[in-house]
């Protein structure tokens, strides 16, 4: 019925085999392209998440610890319920607000995970998303130099339109 009165369409196949998301925080994999993974996955894709930063300052008034502890849990259950290995996953544990400053340790690491296994798709929030660990993802990212590589932006905490941002050829 919404064919007949609207422009919005369902999505039958996903680009990329072998899918990476990286995700600044532990949650922002969900809510950003929770939709899409679960679709890769439905297509029998292998999907791997990187999270970047650790998720401490993510509840306030507990332990670092175990604001650390308890983020690295929920990452991990929201996975397997989208049908992700936990060995598909990689905390890296950059403090919250300080991703900035390790971009290049940052980049190292991912690239050994990429060399591992290359990416044909890569999600990660948008470059206009309003979020400073947000935004170095994207220069973690464009310091990598990848090429052939499907790169698919989502949302988080700024509104977007567009999907795809770029291809890199």
């Excluded at 650390?68 to 996975?79: D, F, L, T, V």
């Excluded at 050994?112 to 044909?120: G, Y």
């Excluded at 993802?137 to 795809?164: D, G, M, Q, R, Y």
Aim: aromatic letters at 8%; hydrophobic letters at 40%.
């Amino acid at each position: 019925m919404y064919k007949k009165h609207s422009k919005l369409h369902h999505i039958e196949y996903l680009e990329g085999n072998r899918v990476w998301v990286l995700s600044p925080h532990p949650d922002d994999d969900a809510i950003g392209c929770g939709g899409a993974i679960i679709k890769h996955i439905q297509m029998g894709h292998d999907v791997r998440i990187v999270y970047l930063c650790s998720g401490d300052q993510g509840i306030k008034g507990e332990r670092v610890e175990d604001v650390i502890r308890i983020r690295k849990s929920e990452a991990q259950n929201a996975a397997m319920i989208m049908g992700i290995s936990l060995d598909n996953l990689y905390f890296m544990n950059f403090g919250d607000d300080t991703l900035i400053q390790h971009v290049d340790k940052a980049v190292l690491k991912i690239l050994d995970l990429f060399n591992l296994f290359p990416p044909d798709i890569i999600y990660l929030p948008s470059f206009l998303d309003n979020h400073p660990d947000h935004f170095a993802t994207n220069s973690v990212l464009k310091k990598c130099n990848l090429k052939n590589t499907i790169i698919s932006a989502f949302e988080v905490w700024t509104p977007l339109i567009p999907n795809e941002n770029c291809r890199y050829n």
